[in-house]
């Protein structure tokens, strides 16, 4: 049960994290944000959906 949540948490904090690498302008680590964002929506999307375990 927490997995999906932790999941949702990273993907805010990563949402936040390349917001501020975007204003500090710095795109390399704005792609490591992007990729873990994903990675982290992903596992919630998996979770949460309706064939979650």
Sequence with gaps: ???PLAAMGLAITM???AATHARRKE???IAVNV???ALAAVIAWGR???YAL
């Design 48 to 50: 949460f959906g309706s």
């Design 35 to 37: 990729v873990l964002l």
């Design 15 to 17: 949402l936040g994290a």
């Design 27 to 29: 795109p390399l680590a």
């Design 1 to 3: 049960m927490l997995t």
